[in-house]
């Protein structure tokens, strides 16, 4: 019998940590089944950011290091620079890249650095207990904006996969979600694209991925699925902000 | 190859790390030590290697950490307003073990202060800066010449110990010229690094990390990182100790202080007081033992730093009980000249301590 579902090779068996309904698991399948596919686990290094994302090599069997909060894309640098032969991924949450890594990750993207950075956007901070994240919505409540998101006081939330496409070294920059089945297959493929732009020594390439924080958004798994489609993507539309076809682009 | 040539203490530490084979360097300007950067920018692409000018300190000592987690050496610099930014960095590489160069060419603060030699940065370097319980290798160039050396000892040192290994030399030393053997006194050996992340091929995946949440997986953590730093104490301490034979009073002074009391020491001499010299080259390990003996029979220590007086607790700490501590500091901004040295020698031998 020929078995058409399985766990990726790119996947460990852990229990995973991660609050029952919280898509991050998704994230990690996808990101798994695109090392499968692309035969790269061998020579593939993960750097977590710090946040719920930290324990990525209970997950994944590949060889990883533990970046501070927000350094990731610095780290990935040092690492894709001794070794530019191997495939280098980032994983943050939004407040490691969105708040105390925003120079890390604007710089990483400008230097066109050829590493990979997985975003996941669950516009919160979700290991810290739902405070407040740059990319938290208007009017939404967390710890930290008990009254709901002010943008008189507290900004607007932040489009980082429109705000690194505009930048030269960027070769790729997507926004998916992993709400429901076809946004998973989308995401999926995206993933594909970005770990192959890196293969292809394109330059840096990011996927941002709307994700749920059911526990901190204080709703059931099913509403935060309804919720990325409602609240979430109108204000973060999916698409490509950018993709280069060829290596000179200038 | 004997030969020396007139060389600037920061270009000799910058030749010393290339030749202790490191490939890496990542760093962001900063007077007193942008010759370090220059120099690597312009000599390492010839040799295959890589030099960054990263977005800030915070970036430069995070992809030290990325390059060193993949098995090589490599090195930032920086002098003290970088050097504070590249705490928190400095710290996970001493909680991960990773090894690295970090050089601190001291300029004086706090703040942004001056770009005039100081030695204000020994506590921070010395005694941590970055949060948690670790400890650096410290070395203090005293010369070009260590420069050179201690760079590569410095790498030897971090690989060793799997350490972050702090040069830290004041501007002095730095900025200044002399003549310098630009070769190694022995044979640049890279051991095996059997942690790196290479990739899992053929092998079972390997991970660098610096988080234990497991009951007591973090107190045996530390533990482990103790037992490493007791184990460098006891075996790591270097030290240049002159004219002690005799000495009714010690000097003990590391850096550009340790040049003036040297002068001082002759004109003492010269006046027939008797004055002898320790001069810490590690400042981690300290010299313990070393002052501990030698203060117990002379009684008299006089400790010139150029600062207010950071390193004179550690010789407080080392001395024998009853030896008189005596301190003459200058913050930076100005200078320890051998006339003002000979003065407090003159005044410690004829009153007691101060
Ligand atoms: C320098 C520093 N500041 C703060 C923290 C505490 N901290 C840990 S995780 C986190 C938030 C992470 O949020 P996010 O990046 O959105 O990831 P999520 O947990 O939602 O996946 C914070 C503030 C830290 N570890 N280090």
Redesign the interface.
Known sequence: MNAIFKRPDSLTNAPTHFCPGCTHGIAHRLIAEAMDELGI?????G?PGVGCC?FL?RY?????????HG?AP??????????PD?VIFAYQGDGDMAAIGT??I??AAN?GENITVFFVNNAVYGMTGGQMAPTTLLGQHTTTSPFGRDFKSEGYPIRMAELLATLEGVAYSTRVALHSPKHVTQAKKAIVKAFEMQIKEMGFSVVEMLSTCNTNWRVSPLEALKTIESEMIPYFPLGVFRERTGKDFL | MTEKKLTKGNIALAEGSIQAGCL?Y?GYPITPQSDIPEYLAQNLPKIGG?F?Q???E???I???????????R?MTSSSGPGISLMQ??LS?LAG?ELPAVIVNIMRCGPGLGGIAPTQGDYNQAVHGGGHGDYRNIVLAPGSVQEMFDLTIKAFELADKYRNPTMIIADAMIGQFQEPCRLTPEKPVELAEKPWA??????RD???????YLGDYEQEEHNLLLKKKYDEIQDNEVMVEMKNLDDAELIIVAFGTPSRVAKTAIGLAREEGLKVGLIRPITLFPFPVNEIYEHSARVKNVLVVEMNTGQMVRDVRIAAHKDAAIHFYGRPGGGFPFPDDVLNEIKTALGGGPR
């Open positions: 686990t061998d020579r593939t290094i750097i930290v090599y994944f069997p590949i060889d990883a290091l533990e970046a501070p350094r610095a780290c990935a640098t040092g690492v894709k620079r001794a070794q191997k120079s890390e604007i710089h230097r | 890496l990542f890589t960054v990263a977005e800030s915070i970036a430069s995070n992809m030290v950490m990325g390059a060193s987690a993949s098995g090589r490599t928190e960095g996970y991960s992340l290479t990739g899992r091929k053929g995946p390997r991970l660098v990390k610096s988080l």
